[in-house]
């Protein structure tokens, strides 16, 4: 099956520094989606993004399918983006396979 | 706010105690998923409908099924829970067929004892 490998697997923030999350994925995809995980456990979308990039408030992502990673940037980080981001791709099976989450600390 | 329910949020059962989770959506999707995810893992895939057409994954244990009486509702059974189950289960939805943005519910942690 599909591999997707994200990276960096944990990050500390100083509040108001940027970071870049990548996530590499072996295979095509048809869909390819940003959630971040809150403390209390709930998978919250940030990005729907199969190609190109997008921009949500200080959050973008950009993907380039034909070489197979993707990046998501937080910019201006504030405590509240503290949590676990997980890339999670589907290659047509309608289901998701999950990269192993990039641990964000962001401290005041 | 159309969205995924999940019920209940926690929910504790006793070892080899039949247990059922619920999931209802007011999105009018027609997929609904389960996942499992255990402490510091990645979701992991147990089965979904397309419709009425439900989807195993092969790795699946046979100790864990499902209902899907409309398209609101999907339900969790785990007929005889191990200590081993103990994990947040999480239900999602998508629109339609490969390639759809998934939603998902706030989960229900589940407690082996």
């Known amino acids: 099956g599909i591999q997707v490998e994200q990276s960096p697997p944990d990050l500390i923030l100083q509040e108001g520094a940027n970071s870049t999350l990548r996530c590499n994925f072996s295979d095509s995809v048809n869909n390819l989606q940003w959630f971040h995980q809150n403390p209390w456990g709930q998978l919250i979308n940030l990005f729907y993004?199969?190609?190109g990039t997008k921009q949500n408030g200080r959050l973008s992502a950009t993907t380039v399918a034909t070489e197979r990673y993707s990046l998501l940037y937080i910019s201006s980080s504030q405590t509240t983006d503290s949590g676990v981001y997980f890339c999670a791709v589907d290659t047509g099976r309608r289901a998701l396979t999950f990269g192993s989450g990039t641990r964000l600390q962001v401290q005041p | 706010d159309a969205m995924v329910i999940q019920n209940p949020r926690y929910q504790v059962t006793q070892f080899g105690k039949p247990v059922t989770l619920s999931c209802s959506q007011t999105?009018?999707?027609?997929?609904m998923y389960w996942y499992q995810q255990k402490s510091s893992q990645a979701p992991k895939l147990l089965f979904h409908?397309?419709?009425?057409?439900?989807?195993n994954e092969a790795d699946t244990p046979d100790n864990f099924q499902s209902r899907r009486p409309n398209t609101s509702f999907c339900f969790l059974d785990i007929r005889s829970p191990g200590l081993g189950d103990a994990a947040m289960y999480l239900c999602?939805?998508?629109?339609?067929?490969?390639?759809?943005?998934?939603?998902f519910g706030p989960g229900t942690r589940l407690t082996v004892t």
């Open positions: 409908y397309y419709d009425k057409d439900f989807n």
């Open positions: 999105l009018n999707h027609n997929v």
């Open positions: 993004i199969p190609s």
């Open positions: 999602a939805t998508s629109r339609d067929a490969a390639g759809g943005e998934q939603y």
